[in-house]
């Protein structure tokens, strides 16, 4: 039944009418969506909320602008620097810029601290202890984006060089006695972070293209067939973004640089997959039909199930980050997921029409032919007639999987239980700084305030507190506290003087994970106070960025949490829709566990001890365990449903083999595109996507190399008929092992 519809699909799609018809329907719908609908850039918001407004820090964020409106403002810290020691000259000239803008306010600019009214004596006293460093506080407007900050700051380098001849922010901070600048603090880490994804974007587009171009043509050797995957690709992203692009408009969902760069990936990794398994088949199937209509039909019958099949897995697996609470991930679920639709619809209508009008051409030079064709085509040219010959590298694997389960098991076992246990080891962070380059000026910005201040000033806790007009000792049980440096006299609010708010400066680095287990010490020491003192444990509040990250790990591990079961219980409720089988629905969703545990081990024993990083994000987990399960499954899926084909008419152990040997090439091929396009996010400067994209390449390739072909082989090959319980195993007399 089946086997007819997609006959009439084929037909339908890839036929003789039909490819004209599908191509053109296509072409008026890309023109269509780019001319009336938006473009992504436009409506992309890298400044979106993670953080829902019932999070402690966003509420407390929100007391303090109610009661604390002049504390308003996204600090911008400029950091000013010698290294043998500020002049007075210095300190007169930043008086002088502190006077100016004052005078005439950069856009989006609130407040700057007035030095140029402090006597210089006064302002001497805020340098750091070694002479060499001052900071420079301006308030930005909390409401400004990113690229409003970066025209802002671009504006303020530009006063400053009016005032300073050296151009300060263009010096080296291991110049010798130059004065260098640098805007560091929330307002310049957030400049600097969209500026990365911001040149990310158009470089990761081509490197991606090139990859996946060189890829095909070395596994093909055909100019025509390269670009007929890059062109179902190039129609999907063509559809795809200005959809994205609409519902941002519409306010449906949010995205941002981060989520468009990993969604090109996606597309062009995974959507390569889907057209190399027809491809494939296609290919194979004109050695035997000389009618190439005829080879079509059959090819797509017998691969557009399991590409449906796995386009629906990624797609559902992706859709589940919809119950995250955290909004980095929560925002992926539908770009992502609407790529993998659009590009499963383009591998399954556009590939074919293609193929449809180029037919054997599309393999060119390289044309494949059925024996008659080959001797009558060799006569023609007058050339020694050379037959197509299969490459059996792929059966001599399986037949190592299907003729050697026990010992193929302990071995694949003892190599991927051996990465996974490094695993355990994994240190995570959420220190925004750490994932920037170290030339990043945020970046030596804040090098310079930890070295010559101390990191605390980057970004102090603010703790806010309503007393109810009771005096408590609240500061001095703080100072108590280990990890705070320092804590500020109370300043009563203007509007309430009951609400009271201390600046505590951390000892740590206001970003890691030492900085925000101090949190939660903070919150119980005012709690208790207060509560001593006869007053609510619910008036406390802390904001601030340590605060913020906090709760970030909060919630990124309850998402996490949440998440992982269901995507493992999904996938595994497609796997028995489609096999009928529990045990090998449990073997196949066992092995892709394995896999990811594996490559998160392996990927930290790069990532730690070879390119010499303490600490991976901390949303790390989460990103590559989704890729990795559901794509990695995909690879399982197309093999397992050929082994299952090939046992109703061979002995398991025979089909094993032709199921490894058939689909062993077409997948390497796919795991191999799909590794690469992952790991071209480790050209980019973001460490956040280099150790996404190392991890998750390490596990498509431990997938492709190892547990497709030796380990699921060998697990189903042990066993043998029960590998199809509770379905009954194929009516085969040769069925054992």
């Not at 190399?276 to 296609?282: S, Y």
Request: glycine fraction near 6%; proline fraction near 5%; include cysteine.
């Amino acid at each position: 039944m089946s086997h007819s519809i997609f006959s009439k699909i084929a037909n339908a799609v890839g036929g003789k009418r039909g490819r004209w018809i599908t191509l053109v329907v296509w072409v008026l719908i890309v023109v269509a969506l780019q001319v009336f609908l938006p473009k992504t850039a436009d409506y992309k918001d890298d400044a979106a909320p993670d953080l829902a407004a019932s999070e402690p820090s966003v509420v407390a964020q929100k007391v303090m602008d109610e009661q604390f409106p002049t504390g308003e403002g996204t600090p911008a810290l400029i950091t000013w620097y010698r290294s043998t020691g500020l002049t007075n000259k210095d300190l007169a000239q930043i008086q002088a810029l502190s006077k100016e803008l004052q005078q005439n306010p950069v856009e989006h600019q609130k407040t700057v601290v007035p030095y140029d009214k402090m006597p210089l004596p006064v302002v001497k006293q805020q340098v750091s202890k070694d002479g060499t460093t001052f900071i420079q506080t301006i308030l930005m407007d909390s409401e400004a984006t990113s690229d409003e900050l970066k025209t802002s700051f671009e504006e303020l380098e530009k006063t400053a060089n009016g005032i300073f001849v050296d151009k300060p922010f263009d010096q080296k901070v291991d110049s010798k006695d130059a004065l260098t600048a640098r805007t560091t603090g929330p307002a310049g880490i957030s400049v600097d972070a969209t500026e990365l994804f911001s040149d990310a974007d158009v470089s990761l587009l081509i490197g991606t293209v090139l990859l996946v171009l060189v890829f095909l043509l070395v596994i093909y050797r055909s100019p025509i067939l390269a670009f007929i995957p890059l062109i179902a690709v190039g129609f999907a992203y063509l559809a795809v973004t200005p959809i994205i692009a609409l519902l941002g408009k519409e306010g449906v969902i949010t995205y941002g640089s981060q989520g468009l760069s990993i969604m090109t990936v996606l597309l062009f990794g995974a959507g390569t997959d889907y057209c190399l398994f027809l491809i494939a088949r296609f290919r194979s199937q004109l050695h035997h039909d000389e009618n190439r209509y005829t080879a079509f039909k059959k090819a797509f019958s017998n691969t557009a199930g399991a590409i449906a099949l796995s386009g629906f897995t990624v797609m559902a697996a992706l859709l589940i980050l919809l119950v995250a609470k955290y909004g980095a991930i929560h925002n992926f679920a539908v770009p992502f997921s609407l790529s993998i639709l659009i590009m499963m619809i383009s591998s399954l209508t556009l590939v074919p029409a293609l193929l449809g009008i180029f037919g054997r051409v599309s393999f060119w030079p390289f044309v494949p032919r059925t024996e008659e064709m080959a001797k009558a085509h060799a006569t023609k040219k007058g050339k020694k007639v050379k037959l197509h010959r299969e490459n059996r590298f792929w059966h001599r694997v399986g037949e190592i999987a299907a003729h050697h389960p026990i010992k193929t098991f302990v071995i694949t076992i003892l190599i991927l239980g051996g990465c996974a246990v490094f695993a355990t080891q994994v240190k995570y962070t959420y220190d925004t700084l750490s994932t920037f380059p170290k030339d990043m000026p945020s970046r030596e910005g804040f090098t310079l305030i930890s070295d010559h201040f101390g990191a605390g000033q980057l970004a102090p806790v603010d703790l806010i507190v309503n007393t109810n007009g009771e005096k408590t000792n609240l500061r001095a049980n703080l100072q108590k506290l280990d990890g705070i440096a320092n804590v500020s006299v109370e300043v009563p609010s203007t509007k309430n003087p009951d609400y009271r708010m201390y600046t505590i400066e951390l000892s740590d680095n206001p970003y890691s994970n030492e900085a925000m287990d101090v949190i939660p010490d903070i919150r119980n020491t005012a709690e208790a106070t207060l509560s001593d003192a006869g007053i609510s444990q619910k008036n406390v509040w802390i904001a601030g960025q340590t605060a913020t990250q906090y709760d970030s790990r909060a919630v990124t591990k309850q998402d996490e949490v949440l998440i992982i079961p269901l995507v493992i219980g999904l996938i595994a409720l497609l796997l028995l829709a489609y096999l009928r089988s529990i045990t090998a629905m449990v073997y196949l969703v066992a092995t892709v566990l394995l896999s990811f545990f594996s490559a998160l081990g392996l990927g930290w024993l790069i990532i730690h001890y070879v390119m010499g990083v303490d600490a991976i994000a901390g949303l790390i987990p989460i990103y590559a365990f989704v890729f990795i399960v559901a794509l990695g499954e995909d690879y399982n899926i197309f093999m397992i449903s050929s082994i299952w084909k090939k046992s109703r008419e061979l002995p398991l152990r025979e089909a094993i083999t032709e199921g490894v040997g058939q689909t062993g090439g077409v997948i390497t091929s796919a795991g191999l595109i799909l590794a690469g396009t992952f790991a071209v996010l480790t050209t980019l400067p973001i460490q956040l996507l280099v150790q996404f994209g190392l991890i998750t390449a390490i596990g498509v390739l431990l997938d492709t190399f190892i547990v497709r072909p030796f380990l699921v082989p060998a697990i189903t090959m042990l066993f043998g008929k029960w590998a199809f319980w509770p379905a009954s195993a194929p009516r085969n007399d040769h069925l054992r092992r």
